[in-house]
C-alpha cells in the first residue's frame, strides 16, 4: 500500500490475512513492514496469517503510514523457518530498503554458501548476503549490491527507475520462461516499486502476476473477495488528497476494477500515483520524495539528469491520478 495520506491498512490486510492458509494455501509464514519516519516496523511469524496472534494483533491496531507491504509466503525455495519469511529488510545509504517476493527464479537457484551471482554494469564488494535460504532474499541482496556499486551518491529517481529496470532485465534474461519475478522494493518512507514478470509453475494453472488499483475522490465502497465484509470508503475519506494505492499478486475485492501489470513493468508508487516511465518520476524527485541520506553525498546532478530524459516540469503533472 502506498499513499498520499498516511492511512491504516486493518480493511486490505483482513482479507489478505485469510489467505495465509485460510483461504489459500499460502500458509508458509507471513510477514509485514510499514514506514514510520525513516524507520522500519516489521513483523514477522512463520505460522500461518490466517491464525497467528501477531496478525491478529496487527490487523487491530490501525497504525498509519504512507507506505507498507505483506507478505504471506508458499515455500517454494527454502525451509517453513522465521529465517526465510518475507519481506526482508536491510539498510544502506543510511536508507531502510525492504522486500517481498512472489516467484521463482532460476537465475538465483543456487545452494547455501555458494556465491551470489553477481548482476549489473559495475562488479563490486559483496556487501549484503542472505540469512535465510530463499531465492527472494538473494535477489534483494544482489540488488542492493548492485546499486551500491554503481552509486556513489544518491541516484535521482529516475535514474534509479532506469538502472533498476537494466538490472530485472538481466535477471530474468538468464531464463525469460522459467522466471517468475514479481516482487515489492520500498526504498523509504513516501516510495516504493514494484515489479511484475508473470508466468505460472509448471504443472500449475495459478498465475502469478501483480495488480494494482487507486482509489481517489469520489470514493466508493469496496467488497474484499475473501470474507464478507465491505467498506463505503466515502464515510472515510473526507479529504479532497487521500490517494491510496493497493498492490496485489491477486485482487483483494470484488467489485474494483484492478489493474494488471504488464509482464517487465517496473512502476513507482508514490502519493497512490504509478509512476511507469523514469522521466515520470521527477515529479517525486522534485516534490522532496526521493532518496534522502546523510550518509553519502546527495545527487549533484539533477538539472543533468533533466535534461538527459528530457523533463518538462508541465509534462507529467497529474498524468497518472
Known amino acids: 500500500m502506498n499513499c498520499a495520506t498516511p492511512t491504516d491498512f486493518t480493511f486490505s490486510f483482513k482479507g489478505f490475512s485469510l489467505r495465509g492458509g485460510g483461504t489459500d494455501i499460502h500458509g508458509h509464514g507471513w510477514g509485514i513492514a510499514f514506514y514510520e519516519g525513516r524507520g522500519l516496523r516489521a513483523f514477522h511469524d512463520p505460522e500461518p496469517c490466517s491464525s497467528s496472534p501477531i496478525a491478529e494483533l496487527v490487523s487491530n491496531y490501525p497504525l498509519r503510514t504512507y507506505n507498507m507491504m505483506a507478505h504471506i509466503r508458499y515455500a517454494t525455495r527454502g525451509e517453513v523457518c522465521l529465517e526465510n519469511v518475507h519481506p526482508f529488510h536491510r539498510e544502506m545509504w543510511g536508507i531502510q530498503w525492504c522486500f517481498a ?54 541516484p535521482s529517481l529516475p535514474v534509479l527507475h532506469e538502472y533498476l529496470k537494466s538490472l530485472l532485465t538481466e535477471i530474468v534474461s538468464f531464463d525469460k520462461e522459467g522466471s517468475i519475478l514479481n516482487f515489492l522494493l520500498g526504498c523509504g518512507q513516501h516510495v516504493q516499486f514494484a515489479y511484475s514478470w508473470p508466468g505460472a ?51 483483494l475485492t470484488s467489485n474494483e476494477d484492478w489493474i494488471e501489470f504488464d509482464r517487465g513493468e517496473l512502476i513507482l508508487f508514490d502519493e497512490g500515483v504509478p509512476h511507469r516511465a523514469p522521466a515520470e518520476c521527477f515529479e517525486s524527485e522534485i516534490g522532496g520524495h526521493g532518496l534522502i541520506s546523510d550518509a553519502i553525498p546527495s545527487n549533484p546532478s539533477l538539472e543533468e539528469d533533466m535534461r538527459r530524459f528530457r523533463y518538462k516540469k508541465s509534462t507529467f503533472v497529474g498524468a497518472n491520478i
Open 101 to 154: 517476493h512472489n516467484g521463482d527464479v532460476p537465475l538465483f537457484n543456487i545452494m547455501r554458501g555458494h556465491e551470489l551471482p553477481w548482476v549489473g554494469s559495475c562488479e563490486g564488494e559483496r556487501v549484503y548476503n542472505p540469512v535465510g535460504d530463499t531465492d527472494s532474499e538473494k535477489i534483494f541482496c544482489a540488488i542492493l549490491n548492485a546499486l551500491k556499486a554503481k552509486f556513489s551518491t544518491l
Open 201 to 251: 509453475r509448471p504443472g500449475s494453472n495459478v498465475w502469478n502476476g501483480l495488480h494494482y488499483i487507486v482509489r481517489e475522490p469520489p470514493f466508493q465502497s469496496a467488497t474484499l473477495s475473501d470474507c464478507d465484509y465491505a467498506v463505503d470508503f466515502s464515510y472515510l475519506n473526507n479529504d479532497t488528497t487521500d490517494r491510496v494505492a493497493v498492490i496485489a499478486t491477486k485482487p
